[in-house]
């Protein structure tokens, strides 16, 4: 059975005014535009997701400085509020850092945000964003003692293989609970999920690719024969996707 995850949150602001700007991109709105945050995650959640991911992709201290903690909590809050009453859960993303930060730093950061995300109660802590299963390694050991689920999220290039070179399956032994693919095209998401699915036969994986303008007419069912293909877990949608791809995603995947 394939469940549905939420879409972007990221680029969603944008399409609904916010302006993603230095030095704290959409962790920005967390403080600055609380309620359009909490109508998007709500917008997914009436689109039938069953995972809305707070908003804490630039919650690191790289970015926030200070504030990390305070804004994770508060993010997580949001997202618990949009999805009350419902049967939805809800993740905290843990994204990957820069390489210009030290990898003491960037593992100390990760150590940081993991801890609070943990301790605002989230339901899954998902590692995103990450180009090379060494950077992933780094943020899983950062979430090694988090008590639910851990995902691993990697970004794939056209091949399959990790954007930042590496390989691919090492991912699989990293001790994620569901490892994905994500933020990335329909075909570097298949080829991925080829050389996932043939490493390992019952790993619980998960797609949740970028939407292309030119891959509107063909995101969700593509995805919906990914999801039946490989046997996913979960699929959703990153940059570029909307409530409506989510809906449109629920239709073609019924509960
Ligand atoms: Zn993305």
């Known amino acids: 059975m394939t469940r549905i995850l939420d879409g972007a949150v990221g680029t969603e602001l944008a399409r609904r005014g916010f302006a993603l700007a230095e030095p704290s991109f959409s962790a920005a709105a967390i403080e600055g ?22 908003g804490t992709t630039c919650v690191h201290r790289c970015w926030v400085g200070e504030r990390s903690d305070l804004l994770a909590h508060a993010a997580v ?3 618990r509020a949009a999805v009350a009453g419902r049967n939805v859960k809800v993740a905290g993303a843990l994204a990957m850092i820069p390489a210009h930060v030290a990898m003491d730093e960037r593992a100390a950061q990760y150590e940081e945000t993991a801890t609070a995300l943990a301790d605002s109660s989230v339901d899954i802590v998902v590692c995103e964003s990450f180009v090379e299963p ?17 995902w691993g999220a990697i970004v794939p290039r056209a091949d399959g293989t990790p954007l930042g070179g590496g390989a ?7 001790g994620f609970d ?34 292309a303008p030119a891959d509107a007419a063909r995101f969700v069912p593509t995805l919906a ?18 409530p409506r791809t989510i809906a449109e995603l629920r239709r073609a995947i019924p509960r």
Request: net charge negative; aromatic share 4%.
């Open 33 to 54: 535009a609380p309620e359009l945050l909490r109508a998007i995650h709500r917008d997914y959640v009436d689109a039938d997701a069953e995972l809305v991911t707070a």
């Open 134 to 150: 060494d950077e992933l390694a780094l943020a899983a050991r950062a979430c090694e003692r988090f008590v639910g689920q851990r």
């Open 225 to 242: 024969s990914l999801a039946d293909r490989f046997s996913l877990a979960w699929v959703g949608g990153c940059c570029g996707s909307t």
């Open 178 to 211: 569901v490892v994905a693919v994500h933020c990335c095209s329909l075909d570097a998401a298949t080829a991925a999920l080829e050389r996932l699915r043939s490493a390992s036969a019952t790993a619980a994986l998960a797609a949740y690719p970028a939407l």
């Open 77 to 79: 809050r949001i997202a």
């Open 168 to 174: 691919i399956e090492q991912v699989l032994t990293l």
